[in-house]
């Protein structure tokens, strides 16, 4: 195991000008190698600004991410293109590229200036591809597919660009249980299968509590990272939502309504 | 299709004798020659470089905007380089002698009409980050377009009759009338548009995921935007500058090699657009000038009747578009 990303005393928020809105604040998080970390938290907790604080996106207020042990803001684009990428809920903006084309952007860390593809950039294109099950896909365009199908192609993309680390922003927000399931069980076998650390944030605590090694879980006095079997029992999860309806039932390790 | 439009017009030369005076031989009839040197031939380069460049910016911001309608002139680019145009044409006379013979000489002109356009494209990009909405943005290129009419009328109203006549046969739009020292400083600007916009090969096809995507491929995004605005700006403003506001090429020549090629590829659609923007103005010339006809139709009448068929047919397939 090995730490790729770590944060020592974040504190995250926006500055405007009508002052400072600290959204977190002495948050000492950790990811390492190999493990699939879930993100979660309620609605508007700011899941989002940590996510935008870890990906060298926003400025901490104070404190410093540690990209391999070396501070995120640091690094140059392109450096930083090449140890994490992301996924992100945004819509793709209308374009006639194909699975394969869409892909293969992802080794534009690596290719030159007109964006050819070497050999090895097909390789890790079709290795990307494999992995991810989407190898039939290759030659349709990105919108005949669903979104399910693109999912795992903006996961392809993100693998194409080899980076040890991937961030994901909500990806399972618009399947059914089913393409959940198996969003999940694919971005487990990714980090048993490539060593890769994986953070993703999501509100499926069901799934993630089957499914992540470690949780990071946002609260509105806390913010804590630990694995899921420890949160249940140390009660963490009785916290999550600020209300006397939703009951955590550690047993069956589920939220149950009252 | 180049040759051909040098063949054409009022007086048909035959292909022989065109090939034989731009080869350094002799036509068959001097004043054949003549024309050719002198008028055809200046005017199929101006074609090519028209066609090349407005389709060049074309494509630059239909994939910066994410829009599939942009183009210099639905966005206003145009006229924005009119309004320029205009304040300098017409309103020379305000300024001192010495000072209007230097606005008015072909620097001025291209200095006058890129400031413009570059105006227009910042005010619309200012626009479009607050509009996410394609058809906001179109509506915007619309009301620049009115905003400059009622600059312009309000100029005319201030200027002689000659100052007129100049500015109206300017905004009609024409391929001929450039003089060889012209033509060199329009190659000069098309080619340094043309460079930029080679170099923003691959910044393009990262800005197809959208612009966060592309930062986190490595992409300079601010670097790369100016660039892309820079050389649109350049490509539209001297083209406008020199051959008047031509409409619609811009927008739909991308389309054609989008559609032809099936791809966003821009290193694909960086060549065939070029390749499909000579053509489709060299065609567009040769219907302007149609042989057996002593009139010559304004260029952009010719293209706006080919190319606004062509925008409303792709707003109308627009549910499935791309």
């Known amino acids: 195991m090995r730490t790729i990303l770590s944060t020592i005393n974040l504190n995250i928020g926006y500055k405007s000008k009508k002052g400072v809105t600290t959204i977190a604040e002495n948050l000492n998080l950790n990811l390492e190698t190999g493990k699939l970390i879930t ?3 309620a609605n508007g907790i700011g899941k ?9 996106i926003q400025k901490p207020l104070s404190g410093n991410v540690y990209l391999n042990e070396r501070n995120i803001s640091d690094y140059q684009p392109l450096e930083l293109a090449q140890n994490l990428s992301l996924v992100l809920t945004e819509k793709l903006p209308p374009s006639n590229l194909s699975v394969f084309e869409l892909v293969a952007l992802g080794r534009q860390p690596y290719t030159n200036w007109v964006d050819k593809l070497s050999d090895e950039d097909v390789l890790k294109v079709h290795e990307a591809m494999s992995l991810t099950q989407i190898e039939h896909l290759a030659s349709k365009k990105h919108f005949q597919i669903s979104d399910g199908q693109l999912q795992k192609v903006l996961i392809a993309r993100a693998l194409a660009q080899d980076t040890p680390l991937i961030i994901l922003d909500e990806p399972t927000t618009h399947l ?18 490539t060593q890769k650390s994986i953070l993703f944030s999501t509100h499926d605590i069901d799934l993630a509590i089957q499914l992540s090694d470690e949780m990071i879980m946002m609260m509105p006095e806390s913010i804590v990272q630990d694995q899921p079997c420890n949160l249940i029992s140390n009660g963490s999860f009785s916290n999550l939502f600020k209300d006397e309806h939703i009951i955590f039932d550690a047993e069956k390790g589920k939220f149950i309504v009252s | 299709m180049f040759f051909a439009s040098i063949s054409l017009g009022s007086v048909t030369i035959p292909l ?9 031989g002799h036509a068959a009839k001097s004043t054949w020659e003549y024309i050719i040197i002198n008028y055809r031939l200046p005017k ?4 090519v470089l028209v066609g090349t460049g407005l389709s060049m910016s074309g494509l630059l911001m239909q994939t910066l905007f994410r829009n599939p309608l942009a183009g210099p002139y639905v966005l206003g680019l145009s006229s924005g ?6 304040f300098v044409i017409l309103g020379a006379g305000f300024l001192p002698s010495f000072l209007s013979v230097i606005a008015l000489s072909s620097y001025g002109i291209v200095l006058a009409s890129t400031l413009g356009s570059t105006l227009v494209l910042f005010l619309v990009l200012v626009v479009s980050q607050r509009l996410r909405d394609t058809m906001a943005i179109l509506i915007v290129g619309l009301m620049f377009g009115s905003f400059t009419t009622a600059i312009v009328s309000v100029l005319t109203y201030f200027s002689t009759a000659e100052q007129l006549q100049k500015f109206t046969f300017w905004s009609m739009g024409n391929l001929g009338n450039l003089s060889w020292t012209t033509i060199v400083i329009l190659t000069f600007c098309i080619g340094i548009g ?8 691959k910044p393009l096809n990262a800005l197809l ?16 935007r100016l660039v892309i605005i820079f050389a649109t700006s350049i490509l539209s403003g001297a083209i406008t500058a020199f051959a008047g506001p031509i409409a619609f090429v811009g927008l739909a020549v991308p389309h054609i090699a989008k559609l032809t090629f099936q791809t966003s590829n821009h290193t694909i659609l960086f060549w065939s657009t070029l390749f499909f923007g000579s053509i489709i103005m060299l065609f567009c010339d040769i219907v302007s000038q149609m042989p057996g006809f002593d009139v010559t139709l304004p260029i952009n009448a010719v293209t706006s009747i080919i190319g606004a068929p062509v925008v409303i047919w792709l707003l109308v397939r627009k549910r499935n578009f791309q």
């Open chain 2, 81 to 86: 380089a009119s309004l320029g145009v205009a």
């Open chain 2, 194 to 201: 043309l460079l930029l916009s080679a170099k923003s090969i």
């Open chain 2, 209 to 224: 995921l959208g612009e966060n995507y592309a930062k986190s491929m490595g992409l300079n995004f601010k670097q790369a």
């Open chain 1, 39 to 41: 993100l979660i938290g």
């Open chain 1, 48 to 56: 989002s600004t940590l996510l935008r604080t870890l990906t060298g």
């Open chain 2, 44 to 47: 199929a380069i101006t074609a």
């Open chain 1, 176 to 193: 059914d249980l089913l393409h959940k399931v198996s969003l999940f069980k694919l971005l487990k076998k990714l980090t048993q299968e």
């Open chain 2, 16 to 24: 022989k004798d065109v090939f034989a005076s731009l080869t350094g």
